[in-house]
């Protein structure tokens, strides 16, 4: 059974900086690709980033692009989603979520449903 801890969440002034980390256990991390999803009240869950089982392929949700970076490291099973100049409306649960090379394949995906696994969720909060 694969399993992923989300951490790093917090409250933050606008123009902030925050790191969310996500580690995995369970199976070998670097089959995976990853992907970054958040979920605002009242709305629908939503991209954010993800990244490929092998690292070299990044793909960003247009509101986010130029501000977040996601990055994995896989002797640490981590990957990581630095997130700089935040706005209010970044306020969300951020998902991390990993999906099977058979699922996501070389490239990234931003179809929640081709991830397997997905973590508890992490509250970032981000005051004006």
């Known amino acids: 059974q694969v399993q992923l801890v989300e951490s790093g969440g917090g409250l933050v002034q606008a123009g902030g900086s925050l790191r969310l980390s996500c580690v995995v256990s369970?199976?070998?991390?670097?089959?995976?690709?990853m992907g970054w999803f958040r979920q605002a009240p009242g709305k629908e869950r939503e991209f954010v980033t993800a990244i490929s089982f092998h690292g070299g392929l990044t793909s960003y949700a247009d509101s986010v692009k130029g501000r977040f970076t996601i990055s994995r490291d896989n002797a640490k099973n981590t990957v990581y989603l630095q997130m700089n100049s935040l706005k209010p409306e970044d306020t969300a649960v951020y998902y991390c979520a990993a999906g099977t090379v058979a699922k996501t394949g070389w490239d990234t995906t931003t179809d929640a449903d081709r991830y397997d696994y997905w973590g508890q969720g992490t509250q970032v909060t981000v005051s004006s």
């Open positions: 369970g199976r070998t991390f670097s089959n995976y690709g």
